[in-house]
């Protein structure tokens, strides 16, 4: 693959122990990881890839969202509908205003 056009990070909220703990892990963001995939692939989004983090200091808004080279945040992402809302902001090159942090 070639250098990726957009990174998307989901906060998983692992510590340096490795422990998860934070918003972002009790509210399930790393059962989100499979969805992302699978729509990226169904959409055919290609040169976008998806990765799990360690915690980005914004607990208060998760579950989290980084996407990149935008670095556009997104917060509160709690369902599939955010998560493909967030997604058609990428394919149309904008940004899903109702998640932006």
Same mark, same amino acid.
């Given at each position: 693959m070639d250098t990726p056009k957009h990174h998307i990070m989901v906060c998983a909220s692992f510590r340096p122990s490795g422990?998860?703990?934070g918003k972002c892990h009790r509210?399930?963001?790393i059962d989100f990881l499979p969805y992302i995939e699978n729509e @990226? @692939?169904?959409r055919g989004m290609e040169g #976008? @890839? /998806?990765s799990s %983090?360690?915690?980005l200091k914004m607990c208060d808004e998760g579950p /989290?969202?980084?996407v990149y080279p935008e670095n556009t945040w997104y !917060?509160? /992402? &709690? %369902?599939e509908d955010a998560i493909d809302t967030i997604l058609d902001a990428i &394919?149309? !090159?904008? #940004?899903a205003g109702e998640y932006l942090l």
């Open positions: 422990e998860a703990k509210k399930n963001s @990226i @692939i169904d #976008v @890839i /998806v %983090t360690c915690c /989290v969202m980084v !917060g509160r /992402v &709690e %369902t &394919e149309d !090159g904008d #940004v």
